[in-house]
C-alpha cells in the first residue's frame, strides 16, 4: 500500500503539486465553517494522527523517520480526510519558560508545509504532557501564573511559525483540561493514564476563591491573547470532554459564555455506547452555544462502526466536523485477525465510505 502511494505520487510530473489551499474561517450564521476567498463551505473530516501504531507521540519521531510522517499523510488524504488533528508535547517545544526549542518549530514547518502539499488542513492542539518522561521538572515546579505565562510562549511560538499558512485549520489550546484537583501543587496530570499517556490536564490546582468559569475565563483569555498578538486570522478552540455525557445536568465549564467568547468554536470528545446513540446526542445538544461545533474526536471502542456512522447522520444540525484516528498503518496492513485490528479495519472501511458520499453530495 506505502507503495502504491508514493507510486502515485510520482507519476506525471515527477513531484507532487500542491493546490492552493483557502483559510478556514467560521460562517457568518456562526453554525459552520467556510472556506476564504472562495466561499466553499467546509466540512471537517478528519483524524487525530497523535502516534503511531507502537504508541510513539509524533514528536517524538517525526525528526528521524521523516518519510514515514509523510507517506501517513498521504493515506490519510487517501481515506477521505481533509484534516488533520496533530498534538504537540509541550516539553518538545520548550527548552525554558521563554525559550522555544528551534528544532522542532523547523519541523512543524516542515509540517505545515507537507500539510499544504496534501491539501490537508492542520488542528494544532498543544501543551501536550501524554508521556511524564517528557515533562521537564522545571515546567511542573512553576506556579499557576508561571506556568499559564509559560503556556502562553508557548503558543505565541507555534502561532509565529504556523501565521501564513492556509493549511491551519485552529489551535486547540489543551486536550480536555479540567480546573482543580491534585494532592501536590507540582501535580498537573489529571485521571489514570491510558496506553502509559495522560490526556487530562490541570489547569489550576487552588480556586483561591474563584469559580471554575473564572478560572476558565482567565486562562482561556491569556493563551488566545498571546496567539491573537501574532496571529489574528486562524481559529482558536479547546477539546473537552463533554462532562454532560457522564453526569447528565453538568455544565460546559470551558464553553460558559465567559471563556467562549475569546474561542472561534466549540470541540468536544464524543465515544457512543452501543444502544445509546440518542444519549451522547443529548449530551451534544449541550454544547450548542451559538457557535459551529465539532466533535474532534471519536472512534467505535464502546459502539459498531454502523452505530458511529449514525452518531454522525443524526448529529448533522448540530454538529458540523467529526474528527477520529488514524495511528499509521493502512488497511492491508491491519491483522484483522486480532479484535482491534477488526475493528479498526471496518472503522476506516465505513470512514472511506462516508468520506466518498460527503464528496457526492
Same mark, same amino acid.
Given at each position: 500500500?506505502?507503495?502504491?502511494?508514493?507510486?502515485?505520487?510520482?507519476?506525471?510530473?515527477?513531484?507532487?503539486?500542491? @493546490?492552493?489551499?483557502?483559510?478556514?474561517?467560521?460562517?457568518?450564521?456562526?453554525? !459552520?465553517?467556510?472556506?476564504?476567498?472562495?466561499?466553499?463551505?467546509?466540512?471537517?473530516?478528519?483524524?487525530?494522527?497523535?502516534?503511531?501504531?507502537?504508541?510513539?507521540?509524533?514528536?517524538?519521531?517525526?525528526?528521524?523517520?521523516?518519510? @514515514?510522517?509523510?507517506?501517513?499523510?498521504?493515506?490519510?488524504?487517501?481515506?477521505?480526510?481533509?484534516?488533520?488533528?496533530?498534538? /504537540?508535547?509541550?516539553?518538545?517545544?520548550?527548552?525554558?519558560?521563554?525559550?522555544?526549542?528551534?528544532? !522542532? /518549530?523547523?519541523? /512543524?514547518?516542515?509540517?505545515?508545509? /507537507?500539510?499544504?502539499?496534501?491539501?490537508?488542513?492542520?488542528?494544532?492542539?498543544?501543551? $501536550?504532557?501524554?508521556?511524564?518522561?517528557?515533562? &521537564?521538572?522545571?515546567?511542573? $515546579?512553576?506556579?499557576?501564573?508561571?506556568?499559564?505565562?509559560?503556556?502562553?510562549?508557548?503558543?505565541?511560538?507555534?502561532?509565529?511559525?504556523?501565521?501564513?499558512?492556509?493549511?491551519?485549520?485552529? #489551535?486547540?489550546?489543551?486536550?480536555? &483540561?479540567?480546573?482543580?484537583?491534585? %494532592?501536590?501543587?507540582?501535580?498537573?496530570?489529571?485521571?489514570?493514564?491510558?496506553?502509559?499517556?495522560?490526556?487530562?490536564?490541570?489547569?489550576?490546582?487552588?480556586?483561591?476563591?474563584?469559580?471554575?468559569?473564572?478560572?476558565?475565563?482567565?486562562?482561556?483569555?491569556?493563551?488566545?491573547? !498571546?496567539?491573537?498578538?501574532?496571529?489574528?486570522?486562524?481559529?482558536? @478552540?479547546?477539546?473537552?470532554?463533554?462532562? @454532560?455525557?457522564?453526569?447528565?445536568?453538568?455544565?460546559?465549564?470551558? #464553553?460558559?459564555?465567559?471563556?467562549?467568547?475569546?474561542?472561534?468554536?466549540?470541540?468536544?470528545?464524543?465515544?457512543?455506547?452501543?444502544?445509546?446513540?440518542?444519549?451522547?446526542?443529548?449530551?451534544?445538544?449541550?454544547?450548542?452555544?451559538?457557535?459551529?461545533?465539532?466533535?474532534?474526536?471519536?472512534? &467505535?471502542?464502546?459502539?459498531?462502526?454502523?452505530?458511529?456512522?449514525?452518531?454522525?447522520?443524526?448529529?448533522?444540525?448540530?454538529?458540523?466536523?467529526?474528527?477520529?484516528?488514524?495511528?499509521?498503518? &493502512?488497511?492491508?496492513?491491519?491483522?484483522?485477525?486480532?479484535?482491534?485490528?477488526?475493528?479498526?479495519?471496518?472503522?476506516?472501511? $465505513?470512514?472511506?465510505?462516508?468520506? %466518498?458520499?460527503?464528496?457526492?453530495?
Amino acid at each position: 500500500m506505502r507503495f502504491c502511494i508514493l507510486a502515485l505520487m510520482l507519476i506525471g510530473t515527477g513531484l507532487h503539486s500542491a @493546490t492552493a489551499m483557502d483559510h478556514v474561517s467560521v460562517s457568518d450564521d456562526k453554525r !459552520s465553517f467556510v472556506l476564504k476567498p472562495s466561499m466553499t463551505a467546509f466540512s471537517p473530516w478528519g483524524v487525530n494522527y497523535d502516534h503511531d501504531d507502537s504508541g510513539r507521540l509524533l514528536d517524538e519521531y517525526w525528526l528521524e523517520e521523516w518519510d @514515514t510522517v509523510v507517506q501517513d499523510f498521504h493515506e490519510i488524504k487517501s481515506l477521505g480526510a481533509n484534516c488533520v488533528r496533530i498534538h /504537540l508535547q509541550y516539553g518538545k517545544f520548550m527548552d525554558a519558560a521563554d525559550k522555544p526549542n528551534v528544532t !522542532s /518549530l523547523q519541523q /512543524l514547518a516542515k509540517l505545515v508545509k /507537507l500539510a499544504e502539499e496534501t491539501g490537508l488542513y492542520l488542528d494544532i492542539t498543544g501543551l $501536550a504532557c501524554y508521556h511524564k518522561a517528557n515533562i &521537564p521538572e522545571w515546567y511542573d $515546579a512553576l506556579s499557576e501564573a508561571d506556568r499559564w505565562t509559560a503556556q502562553a510562549k508557548f503558543w505565541e511560538a507555534i502561532a509565529n511559525t504556523c501565521k501564513e499558512s492556509p493549511a491551519i485549520f485552529c #489551535y486547540d489550546l489543551m486536550n480536555e &483540561p479540567v480546573v482543580g484537583g491534585g %494532592t501536590s501543587p507540582t501535580d498537573w496530570l489529571a485521571g489514570e493514564p491510558l496506553g502509559g499517556k495522560y490526556f487530562v490536564q490541570r489547569i489550576a490546582h487552588d480556586l483561591a476563591g474563584r469559580t471554575n468559569v473564572q478560572v476558565a475565563h482567565d486562562w482561556v483569555r491569556q493563551l488566545s491573547d !498571546s496567539i491573537r498578538r501574532v496571529d489574528p486570522k486562524h481559529l482558536i @478552540t479547546v477539546g473537552v470532554i463533554p462532562w @454532560t455525557h457522564v453526569w447528565p445536568g453538568a455544565k460546559p465549564i470551558f #464553553y460558559a459564555p465567559e471563556p467562549a467568547k475569546y474561542l472561534d468554536f466549540v470541540s468536544v470528545h464524543f465515544y457512543p455506547e452501543t444502544e445509546q446513540i440518542q444519549k451522547a446526542l443529548t449530551a451534544l445538544q449541550v454544547y450548542d452555544v451559538g457557535k459551529p461545533i465539532v466533535v474532534e474526536e471519536m472512534f &467505535p471502542l464502546k459502539c459498531s462502526s454502523t452505530e458511529l456512522i449514525e452518531f454522525v447522520h443524526r448529529s448533522k444540525g448540530v454538529a458540523c466536523g467529526w474528527i477520529s484516528f488514524y495511528w499509521g498503518k &493502512p488497511i492491508d496492513e491491519l491483522d484483522q485477525k486480532t479484535i482491534a485490528g477488526k475493528i479498526t479495519a471496518d472503522w476506516y472501511k $465505513a470512514f472511506q465510505a462516508e468520506a %466518498t458520499a460527503r464528496m457526492g453530495n
